[in-house]
T-cell receptor, first 112, second 113 residues
Framework: QQQVKQSPQSLIVQKGGISIINCAYE??????FPWYQQFPGKGPALLIA?????SEKKEGRFTISFNKSAKQFSLHIMDSQPGDSATYFC???????????FGPGTSLSVIP | DGGITQSPKYLFRKEGQNVTLSCEQN?????MYWYRQDPGQGLRLIYY???????QKGDIAEGYSVSREKKESFPLTVTSAQKNPTAFYLC????????????FGQGTRLTVV
């Protein structure tokens, strides 16, 4: 029940296209959903996060969409650029837990 | 600058030797974590600590040990009991456990030969 599923495992998008990564969770106690971005050989960095009381959050080219009833959330990267090529992790947490649960990650490659 | 410092960045050890990875933070965070990342894999939690002198096992604690004698420091020892220690190790911290705004270090790549 604490698992966070993420798809696809890898994604290739042309420059200027839209990258979409999807995540799903089971535990309704989760109340915070962050996304992390990791470049090769580096540690992950917090990219954007959302709480379930809103259905969408946008920061620049990055948008999180949240569907509470379906227990799904997704990351959309608009106008994808080669510099966005990285591994993206969705995650879930709750003040009831002392851990953050990470999805398995999506490797994004944006080709010119 | 505030942040998390992991050292060394690369570490090579012979099989059967214990090795300790350093993690220091100056963010005044109570919670600290150790994760293991294998190629193409997600982040697997090894140990975490909510407060000084206290720590809990994560999902893959076997073959690892930690200490938390100071708020700023959370070293990880990879013991000879860890059967497949070659991996990328990441340390993180947050204000308190359960908060997703974790800050990660740059990682230590451990290779055991």
């Amino acid at each position: 029940q604490q698992q966070v599923k993420q798809s696809p495992q890898s994604l290739i998008v042309q420059k200027g296209g839209i990258s979409i990564i999807n995540c799903a969770y089971e535990n309704t106690a989760f109340d915070y959903f962050p996304w992390y971005q990791q470049f090769p050989g580096k540690g992950p960095a917090l990219l954007i996060a959302i709480r379930p009381d809103v259905s969408e959050k946008k920061e620049g080219r990055f948008t999180i969409s949240f569907n509470k009833s379906a227990k799904q959330f997704s990351l959309h990267i608009m106008d994808s650029q080669p510099g966005d090529s990285a591994t993206y992790f969705c995650a879930a947490s709750s003040t009831s837990y002392d851990k953050v649960i990470f999805g398995p990650g999506t490797s994004l490659s944006v080709i010119p | 600058d505030g942040g998390i410092t992991q050292s060394p960045k690369y570490l090579f050890r012979k099989e059967g030797q214990n090795v300790t990875l350093s993690c220091e933070q100056n963010l005044n965070h109570d919670a600290m974590y150790w994760y293991r990342q294998d190629p193409g894999q997600g982040l697997r939690l090894i140990y975490y600590s909510q407060i000084v002198n206290d720590f809990q096992k994560g999902d893959i604690a076997e073959g690892y040990s930690v200490s938390r004698e100071k708020k700023e420091s959370f070293p990880l020892t990879v013991t000879s009991a860890q059967k497949n220690p070659t991996a990328f190790y990441l340390c993180a911290s947050s204000i308190k456990t359960g908060l997703p705004e974790a800050f990660f270090g740059q990682g230590t790549r451990l290779t055991v030969v």
